[in-house]
């Protein structure tokens, strides 16, 4: 068994920040649908790293998971045409793929969830609803919206780790989860963009804030060293996360709360447009207990390029590896459909 720690891995918000977002989201759903998601929380919270598993094994995976829009030139958030087939015919359907689908993405995912509440078809709710809160959270990332995602273009190499998973990892203990009741989506595709809009337009912070202050911290003083299990693994030091995370004034906790909130509103609103289906009868239908993924059916496809960002900051050499936790899968919830 292979383990991939938090801050190696910088999987988009880290395992913690992934879990974390989609296991708040349960607690915004009106009572109709809280008792179904509470009973299986710990399904909805251990599998909210899913899609990014899958990304190394499955084709056509990675790409839902973010949008370089900056590709397409200046004020592109504002220009790319948001139905998919307006794009499409802009820029063909190669390209689009290429540098991401993540809000397109999202859209597909709620036509399949409202699907699954129709068919009251548990398992289905269950991985959908988890993968979808793993894409909206994604989709709240400013350097989910860039080519330069992970500051390779800019000699900030790391940064993507450090802004969703190292920071999160120390600080989101104190965030305030205040949040309000799930509200319906009058327009998914609107919000979805809505979203990538606005982690875009923080990306100029999030990049010129760690330039400021890596000119004022020494290397030494910048990295540290910390122990992880037997292995001892260069981070951010705390002095410089907590320098970064005060000068971007709260800009990670607004996207986190950003995501968890949005993540209720969709499976809210999916619910309620597949008819208010009554989920207390389905609620204990499912033992997500059964089964065991085996490491080789995630082996990773050396035909899939994947991005350079999931390797961890401090290790660039390392090949990504897979985390099962203590929780068990089953192959076909992270694969079916896929
Ligand atoms: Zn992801």
């Given at each position: 068994m292979v383990f991939c720690f938090i801050s190696l891995c910088g999987y988009a918000w880290g395992f913690f920040g992934h879990q974390r977002i989609n296991r708040m989201a349960i607690f915004t759903l009106p009572p109709?649908?809280?008792?179904?998601?509470?009973?299986?929380?710990?399904?909805?919270?251990?599998?909210a790293v899913?899609?990014?598993?899958?990304?190394?094994?499955?084709?056509?995976?990675?790409?839902?998971?973010?949008?370089?829009?900056?590709?397409?030139?200046?004020?592109?958030?504002?220009?790319m045409p948001r139905r998919w087939e307006d794009a499409v015919a802009k820029y063909t359907e190669d390209t689009l793929r290429a540098y991401g689908i993540a809000p397109w993405h999202l859209q597909l995912m709620k036509f399949q969830l409202v699907n699954a509440f129709m068919e009251k078809n548990v398992m289905r709710i269950l991985r959908i609803s988890a993968d979808m809160g793993h894409y909206i959270g994604d989709s709240n990332v400013p350097l989910h919206t860039t080519q330069n995602y992970n500051g390779q273009m800019t000699g900030q190499y790391?940064?993507?780790?450090?802004?969703?998973?190292?920071?999160?990892?120390?600080?989101?203990?104190d965030y305030d989860y205040f949040l309000e009741k799930a509200q319906y989506i009058k327009s998914p595709s609107a919000r979805a963009w809505q979203a990538v809009t606005n982690a875009h337009l923080a990306l100029d912070s999030v990049l010129k804030f760690e330039k400021i202050l890596s000119a004022q911290f020494s290397e030494d003083k910048k990295y540290s060293f910390e122990t992880r299990g037997n292995i001892t693994v260069k981070v951010y030091s705390r002095e410089f996360s907590s320098a970064y995370h005060q000068m971007l004034a709260g800009q990670v906790e607004r996207q986190m709360r950003a995501s968890i909130q949005m993540v209720g509103d969709f499976w809210y609103t999916c619910w309620i447009d597949a008819g208010q289906p009554n989920l207390d009868s389905l609620?204990?239908?499912?033992?997500?207990?059964?089964?065991?993924?085996?490491?080789?059916?995630?082996?990773?496809?050396?035909?899939?390029?994947?991005?350079?960002?999931?390797?961890?900051m401090s290790f660039p050499q390392?090949?990504?590896?897979?985390?099962?936790?203590?929780?068990?899968?089953?192959?076909?919830?992270?694969?079916?459909?896929?």
């Amino acid at each position: 068994m292979v383990f991939c720690f938090i801050s190696l891995c910088g999987y988009a918000w880290g395992f913690f920040g992934h879990q974390r977002i989609n296991r708040m989201a349960i607690f915004t759903l009106p009572p109709e649908m809280f008792t179904f998601y509470k009973y299986h929380i710990r399904y909805i919270t251990e599998n909210a790293v899913n899609p990014d598993k899958r990304r190394y094994a499955v084709e056509g995976e990675a790409e839902r998971h973010y949008i370089d829009i900056d590709v397409y030139g200046d004020s592109a958030i504002f220009k790319m045409p948001r139905r998919w087939e307006d794009a499409v015919a802009k820029y063909t359907e190669d390209t689009l793929r290429a540098y991401g689908i993540a809000p397109w993405h999202l859209q597909l995912m709620k036509f399949q969830l409202v699907n699954a509440f129709m068919e009251k078809n548990v398992m289905r709710i269950l991985r959908i609803s988890a993968d979808m809160g793993h894409y909206i959270g994604d989709s709240n990332v400013p350097l989910h919206t860039t080519q330069n995602y992970n500051g390779q273009m800019t000699g900030q190499y790391g940064i993507h780790g450090f802004w969703e998973s190292r920071l999160p990892e120390i600080f989101a203990d104190d965030y305030d989860y205040f949040l309000e009741k799930a509200q319906y989506i009058k327009s998914p595709s609107a919000r979805a963009w809505q979203a990538v809009t606005n982690a875009h337009l923080a990306l100029d912070s999030v990049l010129k804030f760690e330039k400021i202050l890596s000119a004022q911290f020494s290397e030494d003083k910048k990295y540290s060293f910390e122990t992880r299990g037997n292995i001892t693994v260069k981070v951010y030091s705390r002095e410089f996360s907590s320098a970064y995370h005060q000068m971007l004034a709260g800009q990670v906790e607004r996207q986190m709360r950003a995501s968890i909130q949005m993540v209720g509103d969709f499976w809210y609103t999916c619910w309620i447009d597949a008819g208010q289906p009554n989920l207390d009868s389905l609620v204990q239908l499912f033992d997500n207990q059964q089964d065991v993924i085996e490491e080789k059916d995630l082996a990773p496809n050396p035909t899939i390029k994947t991005r350079t960002h999931e390797i961890g900051m401090s290790f660039p050499q390392q090949k990504p590896t897979y985390y099962f936790g203590r929780h068990i899968f089953r192959k076909e919830e992270l694969m079916a459909d896929f």
